[in-house]
């Protein structure tokens, strides 16, 4: 893995907020981990898609999965995709309304969608599931028809960039010592207790996985 | 405003998870009026790209803004776009990992981009501000340099779908009966408390649009 500074193609050059624009797959790596849902764009024949699917990380890859993947792709053009993950972290409130923003952590992935088959594709799923809460090895095995289908494609992170905005708002200099106010607005986006499906019976225990993400911020920092 | 049951044309008609799929105009603005940020697709030279942005609401239509669009439309081959607002309400586990969910609001539109000028683009502008705090009003108005700046399009809800999922997850009737767990682990967001930036001077009042939003669900349910 390299961890480069460098954009890895022009056409993963941020053309705007350059000072917040992040190349090092490193950082790339952190926001991907923090996130929990990625839009993926295709283009069909009736122009752009974008659906939000879940996703997980393998060493340079992404990894996504599902019907909604192979709809995408049987009626795409070709598999060349774009996977944006997007956090937002507060409101940035500036003295005047053109300047406010948001503080968020983004990665926009572009790139061909590969499919992902045989053992290598059961070994996906797990990550795949596992992002969002690990409880693949403590529920009931996939089937072979359940496994069968599900489709699942992986993205490298070659052409992978970061943008990622913290902080106050930057006001003009003029306005610093005016009459209105500036700050943010934080966001907070944390897991709630479990609730237990009406049809549950007996009395099996929740998923450990699902037990430790339980009250915890759902998009952590670093 | 209409308010079909029917999709507005087959490129909008949900492929999957009929069951769940929404045309009427007042769901979708529901899922739009609780939604913080839009995924924004367009198809350039070198394929799909999907970039965050924010919106706002007016009768039948979306409106986005700023240098972002600026240059997606400058780089796109036409103004086709696909705007995807998605909140994140749980996730969803179910007795075996490939029946997991997420319960979820989405919104998918699709159409053409129409540039935004004159006086109707300062309402628009406002809109969009006051989206996700209204402070249009109490802020330093925009000057002459701010507004030409900003770019606003506006897409017609025309082309829209909803996708909205709640509730348990759906189990084989054979696994009802297992040793497995099965429930929600809802997603909480909401807005924290109001933090003034590091230069501010005197003691402003902060707006009340973001002592409004301090402390409340970010993603408010119907």
Not at 155 to 162: D, G, K, W
Not at 180 to 192: F, H, K
């Amino acid at each position: 893995m390299t961890d480069s500074q460098q954009p890895a193609s022009a056409r993963t050059t941020l053309k705007r907020g350059k000072d917040r624009a992040v190349y090092a797959r490193s950082e790339i790596r952190e926001v991907l981990e923090a996130g929990l849902i990625a839009h993926v764009g295709v283009v069909t024949e009736q122009g752009p898609i974008v659906l939000p699917m879940v996703y997980g990380l393998r060493d340079d890859e992404i990894l996504i999965h599902g019907g909604v993947a192979n709809a995408m792709l049987r009626g795409g053009r070709s598999a060349d995709v774009c996977i944006t993950v997007t956090i937002v972290d507060g409101l940035v409130v500036a003295r005047t309304p053109l300047h406010n923003s948001m503080n968020y952590r983004s990665v926009v992935i572009r790139g061909e969608a590969i499919l992902v088959d045989g053992d290598d594709k059961f070994a996906a799923l797990k990550i795949i599931n596992d992002h969002i809460a690990p409880m693949w090895d403590t529920a009931r095995p996939p089937s072979d028809a359940e496994f069968r289908q599900t489709m699942v494609l992986s993205v490298e992170l070659t052409e992978a960039s970061a943008k990622i905005r913290g902080g106050d708002p930057i006001d003009d200099e003029s306005d610093i010592d005016g009459p209105y106010w500036a700050g943010v607005l934080p966001l907070n986006t944390s897991w709630g207790d479990p609730i237990a499906s009406a049809d549950l019976r007996g009395d099996p225990a929740i998923p450990d996985g699902v037990i430790q993400r339980a009250g915890t911020n759902a998009h952590p920092n670093g």
